[in-house]
């Protein structure tokens, strides 16, 4: 039980300084509590090591009939020579964080299996987006309620316009890139001393990293909260999930917009749940990618 107790207590203290901005303290925790927890659980069909790793902030304001509420989500970019992934921390670490609590404490295996599910459902987003992969595409892992979907594109591109304003974030001196990408307007600052062409979510095509992205509606946020270099082989993998649905983007956002507009329908489907009678009509829907 002082396993547990030690482990949880470090863990909500390092969730805390992602809210901090005490960037050196959360670096290094960062660091000490992924290499940690992904020492002894490496998936098998690993991709690519990451050399660079940034955290993001990202909120998304999902009812635009309710301007003050976001659902934050806590992501990671990993960097390799191949390849990088922008998917949720929480859901990336879920599975050593239940291995971890298995073998060091005396809880029973349902208590674990129960928090297990309620750190994933308030985790935000679900998203998993692997850029050039395969070679010169994008592939994304998502979900509507219990369904998974993946689907494939051309590496999108971003016609940003370069301005001359400069900031700062994180340290370091960035500048100002604007374009419209399918139906919004995006705002970016990005590192020119940092010449990586990457970015959360999908964002690319810039002479630097990307720090700072939003919308000009401020539906959508994406702040980097810590960036360092990693020394030890931080795996890159694939989620091999039996029944995702394989589809197109098109596909997948006209399944998510139907989803939205009658949950209830699509939940019973799945026939997990049969009792939907409490469930909303509707779904608010504020898609990132409008066109």
């Known amino acids: 039980m002082k396993n547990i107790i030690k482990f949880l207590s470090f863990l909500s203290c390092l969730l805390g300084c992602l809210h901090s901005s005490a960037q050196n303290t959360l670096q290094g925790n960062m660091k000490r509590f992924e290499k940690e927890m992904s020492r002894d659980s490496w998936p098998r069909d690993t991709l690519d090591y990451a050399w660079l790793c940034v955290h993001y902030r990202q909120l998304v304001r999902k009812d635009t009939l309710s301007p003050d509420d976001f659902t934050a989500s806590e992501m990671i970019l990993q960097i390799g020579n191949q390849m990088s992934n922008y998917t949720n921390w929480i859901n990336l670490h879920n599975d050593s964080i239940v291995a971890y609590e298995l073998n ?4 029973s295996v349902l208590a674990i299996s129960n928090r297990s599910g309620e750190r994933t459902y308030k985790s935000g987003d679900y998203q998993t ?3 050039n992969y395969p070679e010169g595409r994008t592939q994304v892992q998502s979900r509507v309620f219990f369904d998974r ?6 590496s999108p591109v971003f016609n940003w316009q370069l301005e001359k304003e400069e900031s700062e974030w994180l340290g370091y001196k960035c500048r100002k890139a604007t374009c419209i990408f399918r139906g919004r307007h995006y705002t970016a600052w990005y590192v020119p001393d940092i010449p990586l062409s990457n970015g959360p979510w999908k964002f690319t ?4 990293l990307i720090l700072r992205v939003s919308d000009a509606r401020g539906d959508y946020v994406f ?8 020394t030890w082989r931080r795996p890159i993998f694939i989620w091999k999930r039996p029944q995702e649905i394989k589809t197109t983007r098109e596909k997948f956002l006209k399944a998510e917009r139907a989803g939205m507009a009658n949950p209830g329908f699509n939940i019973q489907a799945s026939g997990k749940v049969k009792d939907v009678s409490d469930i909303r009509k509707k779904f608010p829907y504020n898609p990132m990618e409008l066109e």
């Open 205 to 208: 095509g810039l002479p630097g």
């Open 223 to 230: 702040d980097a909260t810590a960036l360092y270099k990693v």
């Open 149 to 154: 979907y993946l689907y494939e594109e051309d």
């Open 129 to 131: 987006i692997l850029k």
């Open 104 to 107: 060091n404490t005396d809880e």
